[in-house]
């Protein structure tokens, strides 16, 4: 079974030299190309945003569709949560939805966690009571007809009070993944990753991830990235003192193995290594936003770069 291997060094202010490799196939260690800078058609700020309502405490970006949530919006209650939709252009940034959940409720917090590819995003709504206090629940909304309309409400059986479902979501190719770093299949608040595929009746679940090493308090979902055959799922307070770790999975669709789990660098303690995730087209990056190598919380990221062999 392939398995990945770290090399090399980590992400500060200097240059990319980490690596995330799989034994079957061979990675180099390269610095990341430096991406042409956006045209900048200035500062987004709705009408009707009001004071606390944290416009911008969840964004996403997929060609011309941006994302932004307001997780305490109070349009469907007392930070219920909502999401505005803009168009992107080269000279502006026009509005074009601003949507709550269908059934929406005082203290959801929807849209700190989202994601959009294509005509689809997802959003969490981590704080939902719907099975048990601070269940969680997801959205997934469509554009339709000119517009953007309610998909699908993720809420899988099984929840529990506490799951905090919907704290993390990435969305790849009619792939979801959704976490909940509350959840305690492998001990309280272990933390798990649901998947969910888009078929011809609607989205379903298809797995539910645990790490095999889980253990209680490492809240694994808290962060989430996916691309077309890589799942990675943060769990930054793992090692008993929030070390943190990121289980990396490998498949497609409705299918994924943890090939192998990705650590800090040696003697890094207290890094909470995973708080943040990307991947893509071959490229990874784990934030540890605790990293104490600059100073107290300074924190870094790490780089893992596949060649051009892919897998």
Partial sequence: MPTYRRACARLGAASVTAVLALASVSFT???APVPEPLPCPGTLMPSDIAPGDQFGCGVALSGATLVVGSGLDDDRGADAGSVYVFRYGSAEVALEA???AADGAPGDRLGCAVATTGDRFIVGAPLRDEAGLD??????????????????KLLPAGLGAGDRFGSAVALSAGVAGVGAPGDDDRGEDAGAVYVFV???GGWALAQKLTAVHGAAGDGLGASVALDVDALLAGAQFAGGGADGLVSAFAGGGGSWTERQVLTADAGQTA?????????RSGVAVVGARSDGRAGQNAGTAYVFRRNAAGV
């Fill in 135 to 152: 269940s969680g629940a997801a959205y997934v909304f469509r554009r339709a007809g000119g517009g953007w309309e309610q998909e699908a």
């Fill in 198 to 200: 888009l078929g011809a």
């Fill in 271 to 279: 890094s909470r290594f995973g708080s943040s995730l990307a991947v």
């Fill in 98 to 100: 601003h949507l709550t």
């Fill in 29 to 31: 260690a390269a610095q």
